[in-house]
């Protein structure tokens, strides 16, 4: 785009002041330069005659859940959706697994193994390692024990061989926008080996956290609307579940209304002193700066992380090099995120859906 005459390479003051603060822009579709827009996600754009038209084609579902009579069915149900989730983003050649070693990427891994192992593919998966800077960080050892079970290669990166910001001037390192990434030289060598293996497809594990935060909502909104037998039906269900209704958001309704009384403020810390005062100034950064921590605080539960602003950079972040890959991230299919967020809040505790499945 900026290689056209008539686009201006006049930069975006908000997105840079965003990118100082936060890493990333809190404005769906900003980029660096103030002319250039980014197509929102979950949006598609019409050009007509009468000008440019946004339209949103789908929006996740809220207070909406499925009722089972027994917590298998859930499980059945999930295992169905996520296992269609990661088989159809497998290409038939060889591929790249992120493994954390942790209960998400190692279950994608999993059924990864078990799906190449009948059509004939090659997986490879690779991890970062923090031993020799932070001792009791395991997740090597994890990701070991993962792939040796499941007959994986794996590839170790030790982050400690790479100071922050390490070949930052190399331009192979250059990204179209900036880059809130100190170890991007370990990303861009990670990605290089990935691709010189043969690998054109990385998974990854991302969202799966998001996926099992919750609903801290939906209780709350059956209180306030007067749906007192559901309420009490499925408080029933969730406290037989659970052993209690921890994990319910009523705990946090009741208390709201004191906690207004004291206004009492959302945690933050305080605004960076070393901005420049005009420039702050003109881009509002106090207002950006109380509106992000306001959402950081509120915006817990899953359906709240999806509404963050700046949720849909997780995956920009990984294509910002030039390496000839696609990543994939299975538990953002859509199927999957629908059917989380209408499973009742005992499923989600201690990612029980995915133990079980699993």
């Not at 201006?8 to 603060?21: G, M, P, Q, R």
């Not at 915006?299 to 920009?316: A, E, H, K, N, V």
């Amino acid at each position: 785009l900026l290689a056209h005459p008539k686009v201006s390479h006049e930069l975006n003051e908000t997105f840079i002041a965003d990118f100082l603060l936060f890493g990333a822009s809190i404005e769906q579709g900003a980029t660096v330069y103030k002319h250039i827009k980014r197509l929102p996600a979950a949006h598609y754009m019409v050009v007509g005659p009468n000008g440019i038209r946004l339209n949103r084609y789908w929006s996740a579902p809220l207070h909406q859940v499925v009722r089972y009579s027994r917590a298998t069915e859930y499980t059945e149900h999930f295992a169905s959706i996520f296992e269609k989730a990661v088989t159809e983003r497998i290409p038939p050649t060889k591929i790249a697994l992120e493994l954390s070693g942790g209960m998400d990427s190692g279950s994608i891994a999993a059924v990864a193994a078990a799906h190449a192992e009948e059509g004939g593919q090659k997986i490879m998966a690779f991890t970062n390692t923090c031993e020799d800077l932070i001792p009791e960080d395991k997740e090597g050892q994890f990701a070991k024990m993962i792939a040796s079970h499941l007959g994986i290669p794996l590839q170790l990166s030790a982050s400690g061989d790479y100071p922050l910001f390490d070949r930052f001037e190399s331009p192979a390192l250059h990204t179209p926008e900036p880059f809130s990434n100190p170890a991007l030289a370990q990303h861009y060598d990670k990605a290089k080996q990935m691709v010189d293996s043969g690998c054109r497809v990385l998974l990854s594990g991302q969202v799966g956290d998001t996926l099992f935060a919750g609903s801290n909502t939906y209780f709350p909104h059956l209180l306030k609307s007067g749906k007192w037998i559901r309420l009490l039906a499925d408080a029933h269900v969730h406290r037989n579940n659970r052993g209690s209704l921890t994990g319910t958001g009523l705990g946090e309704a009741v208390k709201a209304p004191f906690r207004k009384l004291r206004r009492k403020k959302h945690w933050q810390p305080e605004l960076p002193v070393w901005l420049n005062p005009e420039f702050a100034e003109r881009v509002k950064l106090k207002d950006r700066w109380l509106t992000i921590w306001q959402l950081w605080g509120e915006l817990t539960d899953t359906y709240g992380q999806l509404q963050r602003p700046w949720f849909d950079s997780i995956f920009g972040s990984y294509e910002a090099l030039k390496i000839p890959w696609v990543v994939r991230h299975p538990y953002s299919d859509v199927r999957l995120v629908e059917f989380m967020l209408r499973t009742p809040n005992y499923m989600h505790y201690n990612k029980r859906l995915l133990r079980e499945a699993m």
